[in-house]
């Protein structure tokens, strides 16, 4: 039988709604509180989980006095991370945050060495990787068949009117958004990135204050090069929230259109100025864990119940959210920076 574990959600504001429906058909898991600094979103979040005696409330210090979970769920944004982190991490829980991880790298590290200290697991949310399609991709990538990657292409243009103060954040492309799309690029090529040049740009009729388009070139220690071209104020012919890719690997490529579009060819013949090329079957495995937030749920408190480290542990996370940092060092000084963790 698995041990009874408990979890406190904290910060129930619009994410938290996909953070509260797995709690439901999780064996021996239970959802023991609901803390916001607007006690009206906690008490909102309460009522979507149904449990009528479940603890609602503004402070965290006292929430984790009463309550005694095993687990702080952090869906609060990045201004707000750490000090929940630290106090989460100081009452002997382990701690699942929304990305991105943090505000600074700074603050990461701060993040990492108290979890270490505290001997608990920090993870952060990066619900990309629990894509079926995405997974189809990398497994073909990892089987060799298109050879060592040379190259990774991704493109993400979107025209999102948020509306509000989310438009007028610095860096806000690159720091809310790209965090997922480099992750995504660490978890296909299985490679961590060394260097990279970043222009950021507001592009003309923007309706962002500053910032809302980016383009990367960074240096990948397997020797590839990934270039990231994004803006979150482009009109017309969208691609997915995933991205549109390509990757280029010594005998063959992949392409994948974020959704269920993925092509893949490999070179047949070289006999003339272009080679001739065979399609390739791409490969299918159902998740272990379902797909998105509910996925990377599930997998977390499977990890705290047998010991295994998820694969988005602050110490590995820490490497996405430095290609976020040095891509905005690099946008601001106006030349090349190494990526440091
Ligand atoms: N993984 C994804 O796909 C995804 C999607 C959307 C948002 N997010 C991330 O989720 C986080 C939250 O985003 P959101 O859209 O839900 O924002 P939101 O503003 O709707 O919710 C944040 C909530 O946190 C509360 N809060 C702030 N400081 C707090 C504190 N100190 N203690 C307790 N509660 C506090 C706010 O009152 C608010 O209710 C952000 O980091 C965002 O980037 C992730």
Redesign the pocket.
């Known amino acids: 039988m698995d041990t009874h574990l408990k979890a406190l959600l904290?910060?129930?504001?619009?994410?938290?709604r996909v953070w509260v429906t797995p709690a439901h058909d999780i064996p021996n898991f239970e959802l023991v509180g609901f803390?916001?600094?607007?006690v009206e979103?906690a008490q909102k979040r309460a009522e979507q989980y149904g449990k009528p005696d479940v603890y609602v409330g503004s402070d965290?210090e006292a929430a984790l006095a009463q309550t005694l979970p095993d687990i702080v769920f952090d869906?609060?944004?990045?201004s707000?991370r750490t000090?929940?982190v630290l106090t989460a991490l100081a009452h002997d829980c382990h701690v699942f945050s929304?990305?991105?991880m943090a505000e600074s790298m700074e603050d990461a590290r701060k993040m990492i060495d108290a979890a270490e200290q505290a001997g608990k697991l920090y993870a952060v949310?990066q619900?990309r990787r629990y894509d079926t399609n995405i997974n189809s991709v990398k497994l073909l990538v990892d089987s060799g068949t298109l050879g060592a990657l040379t190259v990774v292409n991704s493109d993400f243009y979107l025209g999102a009117h948020f509306g509000g103060s989310r438009e007028q954040l610095p860096h806000v492309l690159l720091h809310?958004m790209a965090i997922h799309t480099f992750d995504a690029a660490r978890f296909l090529s299985g490679a961590n990135a060394v260097s990279v040049y970043c222009k950021e740009w507001n592009p003309r009729g923007s309706w962002y204050s500053r910032d809302a388009a980016a383009v990367a070139v960074f240096e990948l220690n397997n020797g590839a090069v990934y270039t990231y071209r994004g803006s979150w104020c482009a009109e017309g012919l969208l691609t997915t929230w995933e991205s549109d890719w390509r990757l280029v690997g010594q005998k063959g490529t992949v392409k994948w259109d974020g959704a269920q579009d993925i092509q893949a060819q490999v070179v047949e013949k070289t006999e003339a100025l272009v080679s001739t090329f065979a399609n390739v079957p791409i490969p299918a495995e159902a998740s272990t864990w379902g797909e998105g937030h509910s996925a990377a749920i599930r997998d977390f408190i499977d990890c705290v119940r047998t010991g295994r480290t998820p694969q988005t542990i602050c110490t590995d996370n820490i490497k996405s959210l430095a290609m976020v940092f040095a891509a905005i060092r690099s946008a601001e000084a106006g030349c090349e920076v190494k990526v440091e963790w």
């Open positions: 904290v910060g129930c504001g619009s994410i938290s803390v916001d600094i607007n979103a965290l869906c609060t944004f990045p707000a000090r929940i929304e990305k991105p949310m619900n809310d």
